[in-house]
């Protein structure tokens, strides 16, 4: 419900409590209501730095070293390979094993008066693409490629990395480009990975089912960031760009008109805390940056004038380890049609690059047209709001 600079977190080591020590987290919202509150997965990205006890009632066990199941990836330390298939049950990976306590909470909720919240944070299709054979049997691998591989027309420097997430694993090249066999390899992973985890999904969802559960209980199923598969000269995530920063929202909430339809609105992750509360009747107590979406639950057509931001550092490895000192940040907006970015010295506030990009539904950044005749004016306007952003002060607009 809160932003990065709002919370301080750049990377995957800092606390958000560090700079916030006594925010009231989603789940702590619910534990503060008599719920019982639970999790399993990767929640708060599970590290040792970053869990936050106070916010559950219950933490299931993580699975442990379930990354991969072949003998010759298991046997050094760190990244292995980028993908492997093996003939197993799904529990032989980390995903079926959170799947598996995610039920048996459920059960135990099932048992209780209380009502409960259980956050379940399945890891897949996050990189390496590792599912059991049966997942890559559904998908035919001659039938992916690599589209749209250009940079954008005119895009800084400082939008794109190395693919450094890809080139840790030690079947990749450290530099340079992917054989296209291994690109191909990859892709049909990341879909073996998809089906997988969509499965672990549909169990825990029969399993609310069977217990007679699922008609009064909300759920949210969404992702944390984007990806790019080589499309504009990146693999992975970390950049501002549509593919890396859109990602999947489906909200079920009992008595919802909207359930089953589409909303084209734009809408944010951290709106999600905001209309868990308002759906439950809990009353906001915490300092949030986020908006309710109940109106479009009722309605997906109703009027909605918010646009979308996101941020992300460089250099890239100021995000990973969280030694390096960031020098530039990217702050992007997004409305109807457009992505506008700065990326800004954090030493001295100055705005060292630009981009504007028209954007159609399922589009990607093709063109930036910072300067040229006839944005001029859009840009104007989507700087303004970067300009709030940064200053936490953005207003509603007008998004027509």
């Excluded at 892709?187 to 089906?195: F, K, P």
């Amino acid at each position: 419900g809160m932003r990065p600079d709002e919370t301080g977190v750049y990377d995957l080591q800092t606390h958000f409590r560090t700079a916030v020590p006594d925010a009231v987290t989603l789940p702590q919202s619910f534990k503060n209501q008599g719920y019982f509150v639970a999790s399993t997965g990767k929640i708060f990205h599970n590290s040792k730095l970053t869990r936050d006890p106070v916010s559950w009632t219950s933490v299931a066990p993580f699975p442990g070293n379930r990354t991969y199941v072949l003998p010759e990836n298991r046997g050094g330390k760190g990244k292995q390979a980028i993908t492997e298939t093996a003939e197993v049950p799904d529990t032989a990976y980390a995903d079926g094993k959170i799947a598996e306590a995610a039920i048996g909470l459920l059960a135990e909720a099932s048992q209780k008066e209380e009502p409960f919240f259980i956050a379940v944070g399945f890891i897949k299709p996050h990189a390496p693409f590792c599912a059991p054979k049966r997942y890559w049997d559904l998908y035919d691998r001659s039938a992916f490629a690599v589209t749209d591989r250009g940079r954008p027309l005119g895009s800084p420097d400082l939008a794109f990395h190395q693919w450094q997430e890809l080139r840790g694993y030690k079947d990749v090249p450290e530099a340079g480009s992917l054989p296209m066999g291994q690109e191909q390899t990859i892709l049909h992973g990341y879909y073996a990975c998809i089906s997988y985890v969509d499965a672990q999904i549909g169990k825990v969802l029969d399993e609310l089912e069977t217990l007679g559960m699922s008609e009064q209980t909300i759920v949210i199923l969404w992702g944390d960031h984007g990806y790019h598969l080589g499309e504009q000269d990146l693999w992975c995530k970390s950049t501002n760009f549509e593919l890396a920063t859109r990602v999947p929202l489906i909200v079920s909430a009992p008595g919802m008109a909207g359930n089953g339809k589409k909303a084209g609105a734009m809408v944010e992750s951290v709106d999600i805390y905001p209309t868990l509360n308002d759906l439950c009747g809990i009353e906001r107590t915490a300092v949030l940056s986020g908006i309710s979406l109940k109106p479009l639950l009722e309605d997906p057509s109703a009027p909605w004038e918010y646009p979308a931001f996101s941020q992300f550092v460089r250099p890239y490895q100021a995000a990973i380890h969280g030694k390096n000192t960031p020098e530039h940040m990217g702050y992007s907006v997004r409305v109807p049609g457009w992505r506008c970015t700065y990326w800004y010295d954090m030493n001295n506030g100055t705005v060292v690059a630009r981009e504007l990009y028209r954007l159609d539904d399922q589009d990607i950044e093709k063109e930036n047209l910072v300067g040229q005749a006839g944005v001029a004016v859009m840009e104007k306007r989507l700087g303004a709001l970067i300009d709030q952003y940064r200053k936490n002060t953005y207003l509603k607009i007008n998004s027509k």
